[in-house]
């Protein structure tokens, strides 16, 4: 009943960036009913797990403080009988006088232990949140890599990054509400079947359908939401477009602003209607959830009122059922309240744990052989491999061998293939088809958190990470033995020491200039750093991408006669287009479309004159 006019709702044929994602299809409203009691006991496992204590406190605080509840409801009934029994007034104060010492014990205890329950939620609250972001990031840093070219992935993580932590803590607070509207539910209930066993089954119709609108209203809030996180995400990527400074300068240089805010208008403008529309959407079942409950409340009274004409209840006792039913009605509808809550919130919690378990699926493998001493002596046979969103192969068919002390070019066009290769054969990527063997020992086998500490990757993209200049170069080897002097052997290398010559704090300069004391290098300068950090690795195997494309002639020279002393003992890896330094290769492999089209020394590669050879005499000539 619930799912059946989403699309309506959700309109996909509108947004270009609705998320079509196939766990939130999947989403019943009796699937989802089923799972809100184990979704309620994660939480409480979830809390349990981060704090017993706080945990338990927080449980009997507010279970205890409802049992008060329960007892003033009790005893306010049985004040009420007293008091409007036969007999003298002062006769009725006094016999209604013990339980309205009762009542007070009750509100002034019930008020100290809801206190108490408010404080040690807020003492969960930021504990969990903690849990939570960390559980996250351990999650998304352990997946696969090409779990991040996957839309579904990202959309859910967006989700999970904005609400999650919202929802478990809401989700608590439902489940308490809920607990504690149930413990009052049981009085209530008790009081109503005691006066007359009709009147409460009469009034849990009643409010069936206020119950039944509040889930739909939940339900529809989360699909909008869900199917929104793909523009949602689109609009934050526009956001960040035009909120940091990344992009700023070129956001004025090439006037951009009026492009991007008209982009971000446009998709903003979609995602406001389609809320709009779920609002309306909302407020009609709302409405008419209403409408049907009052009609029930109505009956309600009606039944009490025939009862008491056909004197199934005595007349004595209508003032003490008018005031339990509206006790009983004020009862319920905290329950479906605290249901609605629960509920929402259950959806976007189950969004978590969706995305925990997905990610734990898409985890990269661990275990396996320890890599070979020969880690260098590589063979790929029959790669191949497609991007989930290319629409054709960026790899096809290709064999290369690689042998201890190497050094091997890869060459070609831009997208030909190489940066791809050089992901596969670092293990970052799998191939679609065909084999990568280590030593002999196929990649598959390999435990991937020894072989990577085997290998050193400068890559063409590299990130400048926000900490110090010393931290960009020893990043990831915190540990090495003789960090001081390999340190200063590989700033050396690259010139990375000359940058630091030139930085405020040197080596412990920051290197992000949006914070305080930060500073921000050149393109160069940052290449250095990148180049640094590869060679203070000081892995058997080196495999650079593009490794001086934003270096100065002198630099490049010197970083290429590096590489190359380096190879001396090493196993090296190289991605360019300066020909002029692939000469050196012992073997140069050419790629063309995702295919090796000629392989071969320099030489070779010369008196053949195909695509290298072209290559090689356009450069040369454009030098003379
Ligand atoms: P090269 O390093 O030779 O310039 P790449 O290996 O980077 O080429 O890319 C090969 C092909 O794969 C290109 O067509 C490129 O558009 C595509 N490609 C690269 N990375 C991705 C990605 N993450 N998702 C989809 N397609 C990609």
Redesign the pocket.
Known sequence: MISDDQDEVIDKSADPWTAHDETMASIGFWAMARQLPVLIGQVLRECWAVSKRDTAALVLCSLIAEVFTAVGLLATTNVLERLFAGGPTPERLRAAAPALFLILAAVVLRGTLRQAAVWVRSRLDPQIRRSLRVRLLESTTGVRLSAF?DDVFHNTLHRVRERAQHAVRLLLEGTLRLLAGGISLIAVGGVLTVLHPVLLPLMLLALAPTWWASVRTAHLSYEVYAASSGAERRLETLTTLMADRGPAGEVRAYTMRDFLLREFRQLAVHVQDRTLRMERRQAVSQSIGEALSAAGVGVVYLVLGVLLFAGALPLAVAGTAVVAIQTAMSTLRGVVESLHWTYENALYYRDYLNFLAAAHERRERRGGVRPPPEVDRIRARGLTFT????D?P??NGVDIDIEPGEIIALV????????????ILSGLYEPDSGTVTYGGVPLTDIDLELLRDRIAVIA?NFTHWPFSARQNITIGRADHPQSATALKQAAAAAGADEVFAELPKGADTLLDPTYAGGSELSGGQWQRIAVARGLYRDAPLLIC?EPTAALDARTEHAIFETIRRHAAQRTVVL?THRLASVRYADRIYV?DH?RIAEHGAHRELMSRNGIYAEFYNLQARAYE
């Open positions: 070219d991007y989930p969103s290319g054709r960026a790899l070609g066009e831009n997208g030909s293939g190489k940066t791809t290769l050089a992901k063409q991408d991605i790629l995702g």
